[in-house]
């Protein structure tokens, strides 16, 4: 059996208020191209499949088409589970509807429990495979809340919490195994966050639950699953070196962080008694997304570098020089200008590492006006003695602005 992995797709992300519905379309094309490709029989989505809770009508335009697309492809069954980024109530809707097509849908824990392990059949109706499809679980979905419990002892209840959903899971799958009377592989689904797990600047992955750092290990995942496909991590990687579980990651880069980063999808084959053939399946880069920093003098030359080669692409730019230019933005757009290069975001890093510290024993910022802190700032960030008077002019400008009154 081929099953196909994704996950985190986040239909309706922005980038610097860019609209990337064009390359969630492409990737979509892709997908489905590629499944027909690979003749998948099964489709497993490990949650965020939205970047809202409330989508817009685009993005759920793009994510039905898809469904109907791919039921009518050689893929027999597709199984979806909510992620931290989607709605529950919003995913269920319209799954008695999406059953008719072979779509499954979590959106949230059941009860009982049972209704989260889903025995697909081939096409005669024969079972041939069992998905313990278990979606985000919530922190009410694990724990009890005790007045005064500690972080420690509120992690280890979430930790337990998760630990005992899977097991019961698992225990459900092996029911469902020996009722068949057939050596059924056991698939598993989830959206955590592993203990160890890789991620980058900017991709917008955070922790599930609030207030705590709790981290599950392979650990939780009976041995009786013979593959787990989890969602939430946007960097594909296995856990802790494990190549059965697995996340898939993100299929298009959610930040420039992840610009450098080749993307992916896995592609599982299954077959019984043995363990799993896992690939991964490289995803074109649907829009080129580049980062540059540097001074003055290497933004310029690197902006140059990136209009010669005449593709679209969208830039974060990184200062760190050492001269404070005022109109750095108004500079660098005219080196892009008229060119398929487009600068989204420009970082302002100038001697961050400086702090304003004392000059004399005990000397607090109640001891200095603002007019002087602006100085003080000035002097040490290095700034040429000739600017002052114009930043200080500018700065006094901005001040007296907050203290302006609107006309009623």
Not at 147 to 162: F, H, M, T, V, Y
Not at 176 to 192: D, E, F, T, W, Y
Not at 261 to 290: I, M
Request: charged fraction near 20%.
């Amino acid at each position: 059996m081929k099953i196909l992995h994704t996950s985190d797709w986040h239909l309706g992300r922005t980038l610097c208020n860019k609209k990337r519905y064009a390359e969630f379309a492409t990737f979509l094309e892709w997908l489905a191209d590629t499944m027909e490709r690979e003749f998948i029989e099964v489709l497993l989505i490990a949650g965020d499949i939205f970047d809202t809770t409330v989508p817009s009508h685009r993005a759920q335009e793009l994510y039905y088409r898809f469904l109907c697309r791919i039921a009518a492809s050689s893929c027999r069954h597709v199984v979806i589970i909510a992620g931290n980024h989607d709605s529950p109530t919003f995913l269920n809707a319209p799954r008695d509807l999406l059953r008719a097509l072979d779509v499954h849908i979590i959106g949230h824990a059941t009860t009982p429990i049972e209704e989260e392990v889903i025995v697909l059949t081939d096409r005669q109706q024969q079972p041939e495979l069992i998905v313990c499809a278990v979606p985000y679980l919530r922190d009410r979905d694990i724990r009890q809340v005790e007045a005064g419990e500690s972080a420690a002892a509120k992690d280890q209840k979430l930790l337990d919490g998760i630990r005992q959903h899977y097991a019961s899971v698992a225990q459900s799958a092996e029911q469902k195994q020996k009722q068949s009377n057939r050596s059924l592989p056991i698939v598993a689904m989830g959206h955590v966050f592993t203990a160890g797990g890789k991620t980058h600047d900017g991709d917008g992955v955070r922790e599930l639950y609030v207030g705590s750092l709790a981290h599950v290990t392979s650990g939780i995942f009976p041995e009786i699953f013979d593959y787990v496909a989890l969602g939430h991590l946007h960097v594909p990687q296995s856990v802790g070196g494990i190549d059965r579980i697995r996340y898939s990651g993100s299929p298009l880069a959610m930040g420039f962080g992840e610009a450098k980063q080749q993307k992916s999808v896995t592609l599982v084959a299954l077959t019984p008694r043995t363990p799993p053939v896992v690939q991964l399946v490289p995803v074109p880069s649907f829009q080129k997304l580049e980062r540059v920093s540097g001074d003055f003098d290497t933004l310029c030359n690197a902006l140059r570098e990136l209009v010669q080669t005449d593709i679209s692409i969208w830039v974060e730019v990184i200062y760190n020089g050492t001269t404070a230019i005022g109109d750095l933005q108004v500079q660098l757009d005219m080196v892009v200008a008229g060119s398929k290069v487009e600068i989204l975001r420009i970082k302002n890093q100038r001697n961050l590492s400086h702090s304003l510290t004392p000059t004399i024993p005990y000397e607090t910022l109640d001891d200095l006006s603002i007019d002087e802190v602006f100085l003080r700032c000035l002097v040490q960030h290095g700034i040429a003695e000739d600017e002052h008077p114009s930043l200080q002019r500018t700065y006094q400008e901005a001040v007296a602005s907050l203290y302006d009154t609107p006309n009623e």
